[in-house]
């Protein structure tokens, strides 16, 4: 694969494998790892470390803009009140600000551990509320139904619509945040998020009610799309495996509790609008939370920030970061950021198969949403808040699979030291097999036992442990595997 950033770009150091060039090789070179080094050191580890940070600081050229060469003499603005223009800056390489090593404490990954806990954990604690928003509209159908007078196919269309805005947000989402890194576009989607949800509380018909939840999904893929590059942000590869095994059970236990919560919601004397108020109230907290303890992440916002400082500082106004260099094209950023999540969807096979398969758990996850009303209300006769009950089961098995993963990390933390810190992204296959024979038995287990009254109703209950279970194993290796993949593109 082509590197991120051209030749003559790089620093004038000793080359150094890139990621990508990493993932090519075969894995006899993996476990070896003599053509690095043959004695590791703690000097080659900052090189690698060094080589990683540059890459993902430049990754931005090939996505957002690009690097031009100066325009013509006669389409300069002229500098006013009849100034010639100055001479260039000697040297321009000198007055490009860069992190100072790998240690460098402004770089995310080297800020303290507490700080780094506390916004990934802010950070995950949003990306629960708008996973739980996604299926409470499901509770609060019924009660929608009578109000408006459509039918139980248009009232699934509220959960649906919501997930095509996950779809649809991050086309958004993901250039803004490399134009003006992570923290604007959280809160700017976080904000939007509690806003049409508020609005899907008091709308008065069906079609704003409809509206405002595919809004509330777009605005709320900010944070399903820019959370785990946040968390990648602030973790290496030591410790990002255990962010991403959090995150992701976050996503998948938000849907499966508000059957439930809102189903007793949806009963009281509150009404089916207090389902959708609780998570807008909720979201308007976290959004104040993040306000105040969310910094910045992205590695070249960082580097902006920094050299705004010096020139202060300095008053030296030719100093600036090298994203500043790049000239956004709005018709490649379209192109680029529409494309280009298909091309290697289209072209990378590993990228292509492991979607597939990852959408199909998603949406048989989704499934299960409409699938235990239908068992536990239809079959088991149970009422509407009773009957979301049995998703706790589902809940359990996800707990279990996040610790099912999380046991394997101080193996793979051996691995990695022993692979001078290059990440093999095969080693996050295993758990992800073991997930997907769990997953398929557990299906088989719920279709099984849950279409007749005469099983007991605990039978496709504890079921959902062994679906949760595989569910969150495949997704939590699943994005770990594909961040070690393409982390560098």
Same mark, same amino acid.
């Given at each position: 694969m082509a590197r991120p950033f051209p030749p003559e770009k790089q620093d004038p150091e000793p080359e150094l494998w890139s990621s990508s060039e990493v993932r090519d090789l075969p894995s006899e070179s993996y476990r070896d790892a003599s053509h690095?080094?043959? &004695?590791?050191?703690? =000097?080659h580890h900052d090189k690698i470390e060094l080589e990683r940070i540059h890459t993902y600081r430049l990754q931005q050229q090939a996505t957002v803009g690009s690097a031009r060469s100066r325009a013509p003499r006669e389409d300069w603005l002229p500098m006013g009140a009849g100034k010639p223009y100055p001479p260039e800056l000697p040297h321009s390489d000198d007055y490009v600000v860069e992190f100072e090593g790998s240690d460098d404490p402004m770089h995310p990954q080297n800020w303290p551990m507490k700080r780094r806990v506390t916004i990934g954990a802010l950070l995950t604690f949003c990306a629960l509320v708008t996973a739980y928003a996604s299926a409470v509209f499901a509770t609060a159908s019924d009660g929608a139904? *009578?109000?408006? =007078?459509? +039918?139980?196919? #248009?009232?699934?269309? +509220?959960?649906?619509?919501? #997930?095509? +805005?996950? /779809?649809? =947000?991050?086309?958004?989402?993901?250039?803004?945040?490399?134009?003006? %890194?992570?923290?604007?576009?959280?809160?700017? =989607?976080?904000? %939007?998020?509690? @806003?049409?949800? @508020?609005?899907?509380? #008091?709308? *008065?018909?069906? &079609?704003?009610?409809? !509206?405002?939840?595919?809004? /509330? %999904?777009?605005?709320?893929? /900010?944070? @399903?799309?820019?959370?785990?590059? /946040?968390?990648?942000? !602030?973790?290496n590869n030591h410790h990002r495996g255990i962010a991403i095994a959090v995150y992701t059970m976050s996503v998948f236990t938000g849907p499966f509790t508000s059957p439930f919560i809102g189903g007793f919601t949806a009963a009281s004397y509150l009404g089916w609008r207090w389902t959708l108020y609780i998570p807008a109230f909720v979201g308007f907290f976290s959004l104040i939370l993040m306000a105040l303890f969310c910094r910045e992440t992205y590695a070249p916002t960082i580097l902006v920030q920094k050299a705004a400082i010096l020139r202060r500082q300095t008053r030296n106004w030719g100093i600036h970061a090298r994203q500043a260099e790049l000239e956004i094209d709005f018709r490649e950023l379209v192109t680029k950021n529409l494309a280009r999540p298909f091309k290697i969807l289209f072209t990378e096979p590993i990228a292509f198969c492991l979607t597939l398969y990852m959408s199909f758990i998603y949406g048989i996850a989704y499934a299960f949403l409409q699938a235990y009303p239908v068992v536990f209300e239809g079959t088991y006769g149970m009422s509407g808040g009773v009957s979301g009950l049995p998703f706790i089961g589902l809940i359990i098995g996800e707990m279990s699979g996040c610790a099912f993963v999380l046991s394997l990390q101080r193996s793979y933390t051996r691995k990695l030291q022993a692979n001078n810190n290059i990440a093999v992204p095969e080693w996050r296959l295993p758990p992800c097999i073991v997930g997907g024979i769990a997953f398929a038995g557990g299906l088989f287990w719920f279709g099984w036992t849950g279409w007749t009254k005469s099983i007991h109703w605990m039978a496709p209950t504890a079921s959902g442990v062994v679906v949760g279970f595989g569910l969150t194993s495949i997704f939590m290796q699943g994005f770990n595997y594909l961040l070690d993949s393409y982390l560098s593109l």
């Amino acid at each position: 694969m082509a590197r991120p950033f051209p030749p003559e770009k790089q620093d004038p150091e000793p080359e150094l494998w890139s990621s990508s060039e990493v993932r090519d090789l075969p894995s006899e070179s993996y476990r070896d790892a003599s053509h690095l080094e043959a &004695q590791p050191t703690d =000097g080659h580890h900052d090189k690698i470390e060094l080589e990683r940070i540059h890459t993902y600081r430049l990754q931005q050229q090939a996505t957002v803009g690009s690097a031009r060469s100066r325009a013509p003499r006669e389409d300069w603005l002229p500098m006013g009140a009849g100034k010639p223009y100055p001479p260039e800056l000697p040297h321009s390489d000198d007055y490009v600000v860069e992190f100072e090593g790998s240690d460098d404490p402004m770089h995310p990954q080297n800020w303290p551990m507490k700080r780094r806990v506390t916004i990934g954990a802010l950070l995950t604690f949003c990306a629960l509320v708008t996973a739980y928003a996604s299926a409470v509209f499901a509770t609060a159908s019924d009660g929608a139904m *009578k109000e408006f =007078g459509f +039918g139980r196919e #248009v009232a699934a269309l +509220g959960t649906t619509l919501y #997930v095509l +805005g996950f /779809s649809a =947000g991050p086309t958004v989402w993901a250039p803004a945040s490399e134009l003006i %890194g992570r923290r604007w576009p959280l809160l700017v =989607g976080m904000f %939007g998020f509690d @806003i049409f949800t @508020i609005a899907t509380a #008091v709308a *008065k018909d069906t &079609q704003t009610v409809m !509206l405002t939840r595919f809004f /509330s %999904g777009f605005f709320a893929a /900010s944070i @399903i799309a820019l959370v785990p590059a /946040s968390l990648s942000d !602030l973790f290496n590869n030591h410790h990002r495996g255990i962010a991403i095994a959090v995150y992701t059970m976050s996503v998948f236990t938000g849907p499966f509790t508000s059957p439930f919560i809102g189903g007793f919601t949806a009963a009281s004397y509150l009404g089916w609008r207090w389902t959708l108020y609780i998570p807008a109230f909720v979201g308007f907290f976290s959004l104040i939370l993040m306000a105040l303890f969310c910094r910045e992440t992205y590695a070249p916002t960082i580097l902006v920030q920094k050299a705004a400082i010096l020139r202060r500082q300095t008053r030296n106004w030719g100093i600036h970061a090298r994203q500043a260099e790049l000239e956004i094209d709005f018709r490649e950023l379209v192109t680029k950021n529409l494309a280009r999540p298909f091309k290697i969807l289209f072209t990378e096979p590993i990228a292509f198969c492991l979607t597939l398969y990852m959408s199909f758990i998603y949406g048989i996850a989704y499934a299960f949403l409409q699938a235990y009303p239908v068992v536990f209300e239809g079959t088991y006769g149970m009422s509407g808040g009773v009957s979301g009950l049995p998703f706790i089961g589902l809940i359990i098995g996800e707990m279990s699979g996040c610790a099912f993963v999380l046991s394997l990390q101080r193996s793979y933390t051996r691995k990695l030291q022993a692979n001078n810190n290059i990440a093999v992204p095969e080693w996050r296959l295993p758990p992800c097999i073991v997930g997907g024979i769990a997953f398929a038995g557990g299906l088989f287990w719920f279709g099984w036992t849950g279409w007749t009254k005469s099983i007991h109703w605990m039978a496709p209950t504890a079921s959902g442990v062994v679906v949760g279970f595989g569910l969150t194993s495949i997704f939590m290796q699943g994005f770990n595997y594909l961040l070690d993949s393409y982390l560098s593109l």
